[in-house]
């Protein structure tokens, strides 16, 4: 699991079947101090997450894999939406904003 700010969506007119409906968003993960490390990534969400929120994202393809079968070739899902974040010593800094 990971920490990933929501930049955006993506939509796809072709999918696999396993993804009909599925909502896509783009999410940059988060290092320890909320900046932005590596690549962005396409998440599944069922949650509602707006673009700007802070959320949790799972590594665990299971989640994926229960909702939409096994044969799907989801892995990433988000599994929070994040309202504050709290770091030892440090300060607290909000989870994300809405659209």
């Known amino acids: 699991m ?6 955006g969506t993506l939509v796809g007119t072709a999918k696999h079947e396993t993804l009909a409906g599925c909502r896509f968003l783009i999410g ?3 290092d320890a101090d909320g900046g932005p490390t590596g690549e ?6 069922w ?15 299971d989640v994926a ?20 974040v709290y770091r030892p ?3 607290e800094r909000a989870g994300g904003s809405a659209e």
């Open 2 to 7: 990971y920490l990933a700010r929501i930049d």
């Open 28 to 30: 940059q993960r988060l």
């Open 40 to 45: 962005p990534q396409v998440i599944l969400d």
């Open 47 to 61: 949650m509602g997450a707006a673009r700007g929120a802070t959320v949790v994202v799972s590594t665990d393809g």
């Open 65 to 84: 894999r229960l909702r939409l079968g096994n044969t799907t070739p989801a892995r990433l899902t988000v599994a929070a939406i994040v309202d504050c």
């Open 89 to 91: 010593g440090g300060n």
